[in-house]
């Protein structure tokens, strides 16, 4: 089984989320090789077949031109699957790829089942498994969802090329807005989900990260509530954040939040679902009704 990898770069860097894609194919038990747009003194960290092309000659972000590097690749080595992260430049590339060669897409795989891959659906309230037919299959990966693995080494570089002009013209990245609160740089992140209830319930939330020092962080159900402003949001939406201490408050631990937290130092959830997802990353997993341990963890700190 073989696995085509496309890496990303920005701004001329390799773009370290990239790894994530080895440790999909190290879970699929596929070999891989790596396409990259990018340049010779920004190469990954691994042995194997790495085709290159030149960003400064095909732009960072070109899918007509990036596309047909991908074909090209494709048209080499004859991979099962071809694969790319469900960023912008994922989201754009991949069905591209897919209409060129005909074959199936699967969009933001969150892991690999038995007898295929598992799918968010539902607003991310449901996962759904889908089993691709024919061969290859393009298939993209919610960020997060798999482990950064460098494999180290020194890759076999070898040049590739494409015919032809893109449609359209790359302009530049455009920086997002300035942040309401820099979570990145916490050392400690309390936050607040679905679970604490309601929007009054946030400043008990709010009291807990002044007892400990820290910032309050919030899941995406409870800003798109209104409860918080969206510059709280962890997440793969929000703020990816590693904060020495987290504590996760009514919070299920959907995928996408996990993905934004799980490189904390210590995480702490409390939830009074014993099965609750956010568990299985949890040091810590208080079971009870959040607004009771909340503010009775508080008083305790302010003794």
Same mark, same amino acid.
């Given at each position: 089984?073989?696995?085509?990898?496309?890496?990303?770069?920005?701004?001329?860097?390799?773009?370290?989320?990239?790894?994530?894609?080895?440790?999909?194919?190290?879970?699929?038990?596929?070999?891989?090789?790596?396409?990259?747009?990018?340049? !010779?003194?920004?190469?990954?960290?691994?042995?194997? &077949?790495?085709? =290159?092309?030149?960003?400064?000659?095909?732009?960072?972000?070109?899918? #007509?031109?990036?596309?047909?590097?991908?074909?090209?690749?494709?048209?080499?080595?004859?991979?099962?699957?071809?694969?790319?992260?469900?960023?912008?430049?994922?989201?754009?590339?991949? *069905?591209?790829? +897919?209409?060129?060669?005909?074959?199936?897409?699967?969009?933001?795989?969150?892991?690999?089942?038995?007898?295929?891959?598992?799918?968010?659906?539902?607003?991310?309230?449901?996962?759904?498994?889908?089993?691709?037919? $024919?061969?290859?299959?393009?298939?993209?990966?919610?960020?997060?969802?798999?482990?950064?693995?460098? *494999?180290?080494?020194?890759?076999?570089?070898?040049?590739?090329?494409? @015919?032809? !002009?893109?449609?359209?013209?790359?302009?530049?990245?455009?920086?997002?807005?300035?942040?309401?609160? #820099?979570?990145?740089? +916490?050392?400690?992140?309390?936050?607040?989900?679905?679970?604490?209830?309601?929007? @009054? /319930?946030?400043?008990?939330?709010?009291?807990?990260?002044?007892?400990?020092?820290?910032?309050?962080?919030?899941?995406?159900?409870?800003? #798109?509530?209104?409860?918080?402003?969206?510059?709280?949001?962890?997440? &793969? &939406?929000?703020? &990816?954040?590693? *904060?020495?201490?987290?504590? +996760?408050?009514?919070?299920?631990?959907?995928?996408?939040?996990?993905?934004?937290?799980?490189?904390?130092?210590?995480?702490?959830?409390? /939830?009074?679902?014993?099965?609750?997802?956010? $568990?299985?990353?949890?040091?810590?997993?208080?079971? +009870? #009704?959040?607004?009771?341990?909340? *503010?009775? =963890?508080?008083?305790?700190?302010?003794?």
């Amino acid at each position: 089984m073989k696995a085509l990898l496309i890496a990303e770069c920005r701004d001329g860097k390799f773009l370290d989320y990239s790894y994530e894609l080895f440790g999909f194919a190290a879970q699929l038990g596929a070999d891989t090789t790596m396409l990259l747009v990018g340049k !010779e003194g920004e190469l990954p960290e691994c042995g194997g &077949t790495v085709y =290159l092309a030149d960003a400064g000659r095909y732009g960072e972000q070109n899918p #007509d031109l990036h596309k047909r590097l991908v074909l090209a690749a494709v048209e080499r080595e004859r991979p099962d699957y071809v694969v790319l992260m469900h960023s912008s430049y994922g989201w754009d590339l991949a *069905p591209r790829v +897919a209409a060129g060669l005909k074959v199936a897409q699967l969009s933001e795989v969150v892991s690999v089942a038995d007898d295929g891959f598992e799918l968010p659906c539902c607003s991310q309230k449901m996962r759904r498994k889908a089993k691709p037919v $024919g061969s290859p299959v393009v298939l993209t990966l919610q960020l997060g969802a798999f482990p950064a693995v460098k *494999p180290g080494g020194v890759p076999a570089l070898q040049r590739i090329d494409a @015919e032809g !002009e893109g449609k359209l013209e790359f302009l530049g990245y455009e920086p997002p807005p300035p942040k309401g609160v #820099d979570l990145g740089r +916490a050392e400690v992140i309390v936050s607040a989900g679905r679970g604490i209830g309601k929007k @009054e /319930n946030i400043e008990a939330i709010a009291a807990l990260a002044r007892a400990l020092g820290g910032e309050v962080g919030a899941s995406r159900p409870v800003v #798109d509530s209104g409860w918080i402003e969206a510059g709280h949001q962890v997440g &793969t &939406t929000g703020q &990816t954040v590693s *904060p020495k201490l987290y504590v +996760a408050c009514g919070i299920s631990g959907a995928i996408q939040h996990l993905a934004g937290m799980k490189k904390s130092g210590f995480i702490v959830a409390v /939830n009074k679902d014993k099965e609750a997802p956010i $568990g299985e990353v949890a040091d810590v997993l208080v079971v +009870a #009704d959040v607004m009771q341990f909340v *503010p009775a =963890l508080t008083a305790k700190l302010a003794k």
